[in-house]
C-alpha cells in the first residue's frame, strides 16, 4: 500500500533553515502529484508547496521565495527546502501524493483529504 514517511523536522531560530524529506513507497511514483501541507496548532491544514511528475510546482504565497520544492524520481523522495524560516512556519508539516496539477493540489487536497494519501507528519519550530 501506499506509504509516505517525512523525516528532517526539528527546532530552528527564525532567520535558519531546514529540509525535509518524504519516502514514498507502495505505488509508482511518478502516478501521482507530490505536495507539503502544515497544521499549525488550532488552524486548519493548508498547502505549502506542490509539484507534478513534469516538474511544475506551485506555492502558497506566504512562502514564496523561501521554499523550494523538489523530487528525485529515482529514488522516490519529495523534499522541501525551507530557508529565512519565520516563528509563524511552525507547525506540523505533511507530506501527501495526490490528483495534480499541482496547484489544484495545493488549494483543494486539504478540502477532499480521501482523494489522497498522507504521511504521519514532521514537527517544525521556528522560535524568535
Known amino acids: 500500500q501506499v506509504q509516505l514517511v517525512e523525516s528532517g523536522g526539528g527546532s530552528v531560530q527564525s532567520g535558519g533553515s531546514l529540509r525535509l524529506s518524504c519516502a514514498a513507497s507502495?505505488?509508482?511514483?511518478?502516478?501521482?502529484?507530490m505536495g507539503w501541507f502544515r497544521q499549525a496548532p488550532g488552524k486548519e491544514r493548508e498547502g505549502v508547496a506542490a509539484?507534478?511528475?513534469?516538474?511544475?510546482?506551485s506555492y502558497a504565497d506566504s512562502v514564496k521565495g523561501r521554499f523550494t520544492i523538489s523530487q528525485d524520481n529515482a529514488k522516490n523522495t519529495l523534499y522541501l527546502q525551507m530557508n529565512s524560516l519565520k516563528p509563524e512556519d511552525t507547525a506540523m508539516y505533511y507530506c501527501?501524493?495526490?490528483?495534480?496539477?499541482?496547484?489544484?493540489?495545493?488549494?483543494?487536497?486539504?478540502?477532499?483529504?480521501?482523494?489522497?494519501?498522507w504521511g504521519q507528519g514532521t514537527q517544525v519550530t521556528v522560535s524568535s
Open positions: 509539484i507534478d511528475s513534469d516538474g511544475s510546482t
Open positions: 501527501a501524493a495526490g490528483p495534480g496539477p499541482s496547484g489544484w493540489l495545493l488549494l483543494h487536497l486539504t478540502r477532499h483529504p480521501d482523494f489522497g494519501y
Open positions: 507502495g505505488y509508482t511514483y511518478s502516478s501521482y502529484c
